[in-house]
């Protein structure tokens, strides 16, 4: 009966730890993906507002 138990502990330990990776570190990783992406093309649409020589481009 002893062992059973054991294996029970273990499964729930699994489940709260499977749950706090679900709750914390996937929206941590969606967030950091989302903030990177806008960074990118904030970053990019600066260096578009440039000329290769480093001048302001003019319409």
């Known amino acids: 009966m002893n062992n ?3 294996y ?3 499964f729930f330990i699994a489940l709260l730890l499977f749950s706090i990776f679900i709750h914390i570190i996937l ?3 969606v967030i950091l993906a989302i903030v990177g992406g ?3 093309l904030y970053r990019r649409h600066q260096n578009n507002k440039f000329t290769p ?3 302001k481009k003019v319409n």
Request: proline residues 7%.
């Open 53 to 55: 020589e480093g001048r």
């Open 4 to 6: 059973i138990w054991k």
């Open 38 to 40: 806008i960074y990118y």
């Open 8 to 10: 029970v502990l273990g």
């Open 27 to 29: 929206p941590l990783i």
